[in-house]
């Protein structure tokens, strides 16, 4: 489950703050193992992507290329996006020199085609934005007609119920922004996020013409159970997942 940090504050200067190239080497090396990364977000995603055998996918905000690579093991073509040029040099390490790896903001707009897409994979990435309309348009015009949109988020609820937790209050009904310091393989960052609740997520998917298929809360794979014995393979409020669909 996300937790809060002691010391954070509601608003801040985007430009400070997110800087995955500092910790890009420990941020990798945490994702490769831990419970939530490992053994709960990525396998949750794989299965909704289901069967990509030569399907076209682009991997937004592909960080240093955990999931490009287990997609592209099952047969998808995959391109990978993210801000960090420092994550995209590591994902280029891991995925080998022909890999289609580039540097893109998902706050801009995305130099691809119309309809250049079968999917798009939005791992743990939307909730860094403030403003999801002008990015799920983008993400809506890539894709071709009857393709998909799969995202997965901070889960709206558990972030509330953690900051309550730690003596705050606030309303799970607006959309705030939140400062976390990460510090990994010794480098520190702070991360800010937008947390918004659940109807604010689903009302930004359909405006930008999505349907909704799915709306998932799994729990973590069975292996989760001999690595990390807390777990009991009950679900857990750690992230939210979503199939969207294109007419």
């Not at 985007?14 to 831990?34: K, L, V």
């Not at 994902?91 to 079968?118: E, K």
């Not at 990015?135 to 889960?155: K, N």
Request: net charge negative; aromatic share 8%.
């Amino acid at each position: 489950m996300p937790t809060v940090p002691e010391n954070h504050v509601e608003t801040a200067h985007p430009s400070r703050f997110n800087d995955y190239d500092r910790i890009a080497e420990g941020y990798t090396a945490e994702n490769e193992t831990s419970l939530l990364n490992a053994y709960y977000e990525r396998p949750a995603m794989l299965e909704l992507a289901g069967d990509v055998t030569g399907r076209r996918i682009l991997d937004a905000g592909c960080g240093s290329g955990p999931l490009f690579h287990a997609l592209r093991d099952r047969g998808a073509i995959v391109t990978g996006i993210d801000a960090s040029a420092g994550m995209l040099e590591l994902a280029r390490q891991r995925l080998g020199a022909d890999a289609d790896l580039r540097v893109a903001d998902l706050a801009n707009p995305l130099l691809f085609p119309d309809d250049a897409f079968d999917d798009v994979i939005a791992s743990l990435v939307l909730h860094y934005l403030e403003d999801w309309g002008p990015t799920l348009a983008e993400l809506r015009r890539v894709l071709r007609p009857g393709g998909r949109l799969l995202v997965s988020v901070e889960h709206p609820f558990a972030i509330t119920l953690m900051r309550h937790m730690a003596g705050e209050k606030p309303s799970y009904f607006e959309t705030r922004n939140r400062i976390e310091e990460w510090t990994m393989g010794g480098q520190t960052a702070q991360m800010s996020f937008w947390d918004r609740p659940l109807h604010a997520m689903t009302e930004a998917f359909t405006a930008a013409g999505f349907r909704i298929s799915v709306i998932s809360e799994p729990p973590p794979v069975p292996e989760a159970r001999d690595v990390f014995p807390e777990v009991t393979g009950k679900r857990m409020l750690g992230f939210l997942f979503f199939v969207l669909e294109t007419d």
